[in-house]
């Protein structure tokens, strides 16, 4: 549920997870795939956009492009960095698969 047109009574009782929440290590696919791609231009959607991916690589470990464009199409980015967002959650499904097997 994105929190910036969520009411907060809807949160009431549930787990809330944050962008710091992903891992406290700093270790989570995703921010490994998000500095190794640069993605990040000037940060403002970063949080948004991390999250959603997140979402989606649970529920999704391989997505295609389009799999991707859909989960993240509520996320708009001003500096245009679709493509390095889309190849870094395509790294970091990567990274997830690769730990995965080593478990």
């Not at 696919?29 to 991390?50: F, K, R, S």
Request: charged residues 20%; aromatic residues 2%; glycine residues 6%.
């Amino acid at each position: 549920m994105r929190s910036c047109v969520t009411s907060v009574s809807r949160a009431v009782g549930k787990e809330i997870i944050t962008i710091e929440g992903l891992s406290p290590e700093g270790d989570h696919p995703l921010q490994h795939a998000w500095a190794e791609v640069n993605v990040p231009q000037c940060g403002y959607c970063q949080a948004g956009q991390l999250m959603s991916a997140a979402v989606l690589l649970r529920e999704n470990p391989e997505p295609t492009d389009q799999d991707i464009d859909d989960a993240m199409s509520g996320n708009i980015c001003r500096c245009g960095t679709y493509l390095r967002i889309r190849k870094a959650i395509h790294l970091a499904a990567a990274i997830q698969k690769s730990r995965a097997k080593q478990s």
